[in-house]
């Protein structure tokens, strides 16, 4: 049973790891994907609203109302009633008081929305404790400490990921759960069947927890150890594009490897091959809060270019047209646009002739689809004039030279107290002639915003989500050269001009 559950105990243990320093990685992000779950998780109910609407009467109502055959009392546009019997009624224009009804989606007062909007505000801790509490059973997992209890905690964690993905995938709510976060993007239904898979690999282990004790390091806890280091780098090398995650399964499993080889008490596995690689992790998830994250796999990233990631791929199928005969009923089918993966359209229309169509029907069309549309890492960016409503985005993304750009999401929520410091930057940048904007979702706020912080540079509007995808922070600073992004700063450690400058090329 120890041999059967080596496999097990390795793909659960560096999955989980793997997928939490991902997660710890960008832990604002993740917090921004949890937010959106509990936003979509509120119950709610559709309350009809009833209000009155004057419209004109047709023909067909005046003819009943006329004949005495209607209840409806015409009136004229003033909502005076209309005489019937005076001469040239009929003529008028009538009108009535249409009763109209609409609907909308108001939340429940109830417990369950109290305690979404709690976690709501609270989605940035619950994040980092969600991120580090994955990295901690991955470790004891792989290390064999705790076994009943971290078995059953990953069988609690899996339990909620499964009805989370499923009911994302269902209802469709939540197009990214998140779980590798911008490393790697799953469907909802990918997102379940991956659940479901880690379910049945967790499965033994709850069932045999004494079975995969570490406390003797033996034939079979070498083999977990060195199963993890490959499976750790194979997959941060091909899947991820990342080393740290594999450094640190690495470390951990030397460390595993030392309370073994010198013969160390077995109550000192637990602090020195768990406990000190899971502090590491939660400094490393609070580092990443205040500093950006380490490993930036969005659009934005550093030595991006920006237009390269504003092309998708479109979609490459196949489209048949579907004709009967008309005298044997028998139906053909027949290409008529083919699609390549360059976007480039073939039609085939030689086999659709006056004699074709003169003895068949047309019955339906059939799309195939080789390969589905691939939507540009960049699709949603906008940056629209308040004064004048006109979108800057393009102008300003391939205007030549160096150019700062100042992004405040929410600006009921940003740091404030950076703004003197950006202020500082940006009358020295202007100085040399140079460009800096800003970009918020907050339009009702930015009048205020602009004259209470001084701002000396304009500021555009965009949606919060495409905004949020830019910097982890509020506000955050970008130089961009060309079209390349080359800085980026949060608020908690603004550069000065000499840094900013040493980024250019």
């Not at 417990?111 to 994955?134: G, P, T, Y």
């Not at 490897?257 to 992790?281: E, N, Q, R």
């Not at 646009?337 to 003895?359: H, I, K, Q, R, Y």
Request: glycine content about 6%; proline content about 5%; aromatic content about 12%.
């Amino acid at each position: 049973m120890r041999n059967f559950l080596i496999p097990f105990r390795i793909i659960v243990g560096v999955i989980f790891i793997i997928s939490g320093l991902i997660k710890a990685n960008d832990p604002v992000g993740f917090s921004y994907k949890m937010e959106e779950y509990f936003t979509v998780f509120k119950t709610q109910d559709s309350v009809a609203t009833t209000v009155f609407e004057m419209r004109e009467l047709s023909e067909d109502e005046k003819d009943a109302v006329f004949a005495g055959t209607s209840s409806i009392i015409p009136v004229d546009f003033n909502g005076t009633p209309i005489d019937l019997s005076a001469e040239g009624a009929r003529d008028e224009f009538m009108y009535v008081n249409a009763e109209l009804v609409t609907y909308s989606m108001v939340e429940r007062d109830n417990f369950w929305n109290s305690f979404c909007n709690v976690m709501h505000d609270n989605a940035l801790l619950l994040s980092i404790f969600v991120c580090v509490i994955e990295i901690l059973l991955g470790l004891a997992v792989i290390a064999g400490v705790f076994t009943t209890l971290t078995a059953w905690s990953l069988l609690g964690m899996i339990i909620f990921f499964c009805i989370l993905t499923l009911y994302s995938a269902y209802y469709d709510k939540v197009t990214d759960c998140g779980c590798f976060g911008d490393a790697l993007k799953l469907t909802p239904w990918q997102s379940f069947t991956k659940d479901v898979v880690l379910l049945v690999l967790i499965l033994p282990l709850v069932i045999f927890p004494k079975k995969w004790s570490g406390k003797v390091f033996d034939t079979n806890e070498k083999i977990v150890a060195v199963g993890s280091i490959i499976l750790g780098i194979v997959l941060c090398l091909t899947v991820f594009d990342w080393q740290l995650p594999a450094i640190f399964i690495i470390v951990a499993v030397l460390l595993r490897w030392m309370v073994g080889m010198f013969g160390m008490k077995p109550a000192m596995l637990a602090p020195i091959a768990v406990l000190l690689p899971t502090l590491f992790s939660i400094a490393f998830t609070v580092h990443c809060y205040y500093y950006l994250p380490k490993k930036d796999y969005r659009p934005w990233a550093i030595g991006n270019s920006i237009p390269s990631k504003m092309v998708g791929k479109p979609e490459q199928a196949n489209i048949y047209m579907i004709y009967k005969n008309k005298e044997t009923g028998i139906e053909v089918e027949n290409l008529a646009v083919s699609t390549d993966e360059n976007g480039v359209v073939t039609n085939s229309w030689e086999w659709m002739d006056s004699t074709f169509l003169a003895t068949h029907d047309f019955v339906d069309r059939r799309q195939d689809v080789i390969k589905p549309a691939v939507v540009a890492p960049i699709h949603d960016m906008s940056l629209t004039d308040p004064a004048t409503g006109m979108n800057y985005f393009e102008d300003f993304v391939y205007k030549p030279g160096a150019k700062l750009f100042v992004v405040t999401y929410d600006l009921s929520k940003a740091n404030l107290k950076a703004m003197p410091k950006i202020n500082a930057i940006a009358d020295e940048w202007m100085k040399e002639g140079n460009e800096i904007i800003g970009a918020t979702s907050s339009s009702d706020l930015l009048v205020e915003f602009l004259v209470d912080n001084k701002v000396p540079f304009p500021y555009y509007t965009n949606d919060a989500t495409a905004l949020k995808t830019i910097v982890r922070s509020n506000p955050g600073l970008l130089l961009i050269q060309d079209t390349i992004v080359r800085g980026m700063w949060p608020s908690t450690a603004l550069p000065d001009m000499n840094e900013i400058k040493s980024k250019l090329k």
